[in-house]
């Protein structure tokens, strides 16, 4: 399963989390939910991006830790670019919130 796939599932990272928020109706008016959407791209785009980055290194087979590192890298990764995203100031979530509601209140 890729962050995009679990995006809707589980509240068990900040994406799903608002995502599900999103869903159930606690975040109000189109301006909070779109806020909230993009930073919740934002953060499934830090951690795919880290995902693929930890891919690329090659593994040894002398400390290999098996499932439980693999787990553990997962939710580091996880919590990582939630940190990262909930941070970012000009990054791809507010880059993406500007361009959705450019031209509100010009009469456009």
Same mark, same amino acid.
């Given at each position: 399963?890729? =962050? +995009?796939?679990?995006? =809707? =599932?589980? &509240?068990?990272?900040?994406? %799903?989390?608002?995502?599900?928020?999103?869903?159930?109706?606690? +975040?109000?008016?189109?301006?909070?939910?779109?806020?909230?959407?993009?930073?919740?791209?934002?953060?499934? $785009?830090?951690?795919?991006? $880290?995902?693929?980055?930890?891919? &690329?290194?090659?593994? &040894? %087979?002398?400390?290999?830790?098996?499932?439980?590192?693999?787990?553990?890298?997962?939710?580091?990764? *996880?919590?990582?670019?939630?940190? *990262?995203?909930?941070?970012?100031?000009?990054? +791809?979530?507010?880059?993406?919130?500007?361009? $959705?509601?450019? =031209?509100?209140?010009?009469?456009?």
């Amino acid at each position: 399963m890729t =962050g +995009i796939d679990g995006l =809707g =599932g589980s &509240s068990g990272n900040r994406a %799903g989390g608002i995502l599900e928020s999103l869903r159930t109706g606690k +975040i109000q008016g189109e301006e909070a939910r779109l806020k909230a959407a993009t930073d919740a791209l934002e953060g499934t $785009f830090y951690q795919e991006l $880290f995902k693929a980055m930890r891919e &690329s290194v090659p593994e &040894s %087979g002398l400390l290999d830790g098996g499932s439980g590192e693999d787990a553990f890298t997962a939710m580091l990764d *996880q919590h990582l670019a939630d940190v *990262q995203a909930s941070r970012s100031e000009g990054g +791809i979530g507010q880059a993406l919130y500007r361009w $959705f509601t450019r =031209g509100e209140g010009d009469g456009a």
